[in-house]
């Protein structure tokens, strides 16, 4: 159910384990790299973190290298992108990973193709759903305005995004709707597109800005893209969000804390208004901790975590989501796959959702359940941010755990501890 990001991504390992897979979509995707209704979100800067790449890449072979014959952006992020971020511009050095920024209808469509191409995918485009078929316990199939009018199947996967009728639905058939973790950010943003200048010297294809909490609370974004443009996205926490007309829009940007993205579009050539959206509240919903639920049913993607998008981990989570619903679905679909299933999510949620709760946190007007340990976090992590000003291989860890290569507890290693503290003493670490 869904034909986003996690449901393309679902169908796609599915297609692996099952005779015939059924992607159920609500509206008519568009023939091409277009935006669609179901997607508002897409009409602003997305970022697939590493972690996802490596699992697309494997999953679509060859599919990085059509991105960037269709006029994708790639390089190094260390070595490409200027990142500021508490005070500082991270310390650019050679990372090892190549990043690819790009639109995310753009990306979207060339995995869409690819699943579609599957020989035992089937596609109802503008088809909904209108309820799951219920038996003694199991979800046998759904129910759609369309037809067919019903739809068996073997296994049901709700990849309907953040508004899921799933902790409605549950209590109906005599099941626990799951408990919810919610942090009210109230972010907004807004994004408009610009023509890339050939000559002109500011040319990195990343430009990253993010505030110094508490007192500042506008960051930005600025990503070389296809069809030799910039998109722009500027966002602001607790209500101090960007404007969309266009001298709201430059003044905002002029008013961050540092002025690269400002220099840029200041001198280029907007091809778009500004489009805005809003972000009420992280929110995670906690069906590991369910009891009981329906067998041959699974819940994938923000249906499950809906992250701040400041930080750029839902389409990687979604990644990382599929190689779970691929090897557990593998074990068998007995009792206990839902269980297998919401333990293994929860897992990998825990780390991208840390990282994103932490650095909400250290805003005081941030409201929401605290994880045990948040401020001790946020005060080593701002250490963090300041060591990677100075010390590139603070920087090149700082990386590999917010692009998902590593666990956080890396960067509380005794080395990373120890350069990290040397590095605000203003002591320079050996390399």
């Not at 007192?215 to 998109?231: K, N, S, V």
């Not at 901790?289 to 041959?296: E, T, V």
Request: charged share 20%; aromatic share 10%.
């Amino acid at each position: 159910m869904g034909a986003s990001m996690a449901g393309l991504l679902a169908a796609r390992v599915l297609s692996e384990l099952f005779e015939r897979v059924t992607l159920i979509e609500r509206d008519l995707p568009p023939e091409t790299p277009d935006t669609r209704k179901g997607v508002p979100q897409g009409r602003h800067a997305h970022a697939l973190l590493t972690r996802g790449e490596q699992i697309l890449s494997r999953l679509f072979p060859g599919i990085t290298e059509d991105l960037v014959k269709g006029g994708a952006a790639s390089g190094d992020l260390g070595d490409t992108a200027r990142w500021f971020q508490f005070g500082g511009y991270k310390l650019q050095h050679h990372w090892g990973y190549k990043t690819y920024t790009q639109t995310r209808p753009f990306l979207e469509w060339h995995v869409r193709r690819r699943v579609l191409a599957l020989p035992n995918v089937d596609f109802l485009p503008g088809t909904s759903i209108k309820s799951l078929l219920h038996d003694g316990g199991e979800i046998v199939g759904v129910e759609t305005d369309g037809t067919p009018g019903k739809v068996l199947a073997d296994l049901v996967v709700d990849c309907t995004g953040r508004g899921s009728a799933t902790p409605r639905w549950l209590p109906e058939f005599s099941f626990d709707a799951p408990p919810e973790s919610k942090i009210e950010v109230n972010v907004g943003y807004a994004s408009r597109y610009y023509r890339r200048n050939a000559g002109d010297p500011n040319q990195t294809p990343i430009i990253i800005v993010y505030p110094k909490p508490p007192a500042e609370r506008r960051a930005a974004t600025l990503f070389a893209i296809e069809g030799g443009r910039w998109i722009c996205t500027l966002a602001g926490w607790l209500g101090d969000h960007p404007p969309t007309e266009s001298q709201g829009f430059l003044d905002f940007a002029r008013s961050l804390p540092a002025p690269d993205v400002y220099r840029v579009i200041s001198q280029a050539e907007p091809l778009s208004d500004a489009v805005p959206h809003r972000f009420p509240a992280n929110l995670r919903r906690h069906y590991e901790k369910l009891a009981r639920f329906p067998r041959r049913y699974l819940v994938m993607g923000d249906a499950v975590c809906s992250f701040n998008p400041v930080y750029g981990q839902g389409m990687t989570s979604a990644a990382l989501q599929s190689e779970v619903l691929a090897k557990t679905v593998a074990q068998g679909l007995d009792a206990r796959l839902a269980q297998r299933y919401f333990r293994e999510v929860s897992g990998i949620i825990d780390a991208p959702w840390s990282l994103a709760a932490g650095e909400d946190f250290r805003y005081p007007e941030v409201h929401g359940p605290k994880p045990f340990g948040t401020d001790f976090v946020n005060g080593y992590g701002a250490l963090l941010h300041r060591a990677a000003t100075r010390d590139a291989r603070v920087y090149h860890s700082f990386l590999n755990v917010s692009n998902l290569l590593a666990s956080p507890a890396t960067l509380f290693s005794p080395l990373s501890v120890a350069r990290v503290l040397l590095a605000n003493l203003g002591v320079s670490p050996s390399a």
